[in-house]
């Protein structure tokens, strides 16, 4: 039950593309295409943004982007905005029929 | 609407208990599985407990087997986190959650302290 590995803060420019990983292992991120994003502003709940390595719900701009290549999944945000600015997420199913969350990433506008 | 209202945190000593609640409404309850993540001040997001759909089937983190239990009730549509023998490491905002393979849908947390 490790936690996912992403790097602790990533930054960027207004309007620059940033990305963040996430790896994992065979048993969750490279096992299953499950693994979602979710954003986290200071006080609030995780919103989810990607969801089954690349799928966005209804009403997340299309800034953002997922992938994923063996055990590493990654979150581009594109056209960087102030709003932006938040802790980041990822997750995936595991094969204990769980949950796995990531360590979180601090995104920073410059 | 579709939503998830936490309540039962508080402010708790060492080796004591509290049961947490999440009112569902808006969906079906009965048809989803449930999650409860935790959030320890200034850390991320842990994983707790799930459980499915129908009750029958549950798991826990190495952290907390033992001393939480998961439940739900159908017919109230609520799902419950009975927490016993609490620590200082149990301090966070507990958040109720909807899904199996995603969390799609977060409550807006229920914080519980354990101090002195």
């Known amino acids: 039950q490790s936690a996912l590995t992403q790097p602790a803060s990533v930054s960027g420019s207004p309007g620059q593309s940033i990305t963040i990983s996430c790896t994992g292992t065979?048993?969750?991120?490279?096992?299953?295409?499950?693994v979602s994003w979710y954003q986290q502003h200071p006080g609030r709940a995780p919103k989810l943004m990607i969801y089954?390595?690349?799928n966005r719900p209804s009403g997340v701009s299309n800034r953002f982007s997922g992938s994923k290549s063996g055990n590493t999944a990654s979150l581009t945000i594109s056209g960087l905005q102030a709003e932006d600015e938040a802790d980041y997420y990822c997750?995936?199913?595991?094969?204990?029929?769980?949950?796995?969350f990531g360590t979180g990433t601090k995104v920073t506008v410059l | 609407e579709v939503q998830l209202v936490e309540s039962g945190g508080g402010l708790v000593q060492p080796g004591g208990s509290l049961r947490l609640s999440c009112a569902a409404s808006?969906?079906?309850?009965?048809?989803?599985?449930m999650y409860w993540v935790r959030q320890a001040p200034g850390k991320g997001l842990v994983w707790v407990s799930r459980?499915?759909?129908?009750?029958?089937?549950?798991n826990y983190a190495d952290s907390v087997k033992g001393r939480f239990t998961i439940s739900r009730d159908n017919a109230k549509n609520t799902l419950y986190l009975q927490v016993n023998s609490l620590t200082t490491e149990d301090t966070a905002v507990y958040y109720c959650?909807?899904?199996?393979?995603?969390?799609?849908?977060w409550g807006q947390g229920t914080t519980v302290t354990v101090s002195s």
């Open positions: 959650a909807r899904g199996k393979y995603v969390v799609g849908v």
């Open positions: 808006g969906f079906t309850f009965s048809n989803y599985w």
């Open positions: 459980i499915n759909s129908d009750g029958n089937n549950t």
């Open positions: 065979s048993s969750d991120v490279g096992g299953y295409s499950y």
């Open positions: 089954e390595v690349s």
């Open positions: 997750s995936s199913y595991t094969s204990s029929s769980t949950l796995v």
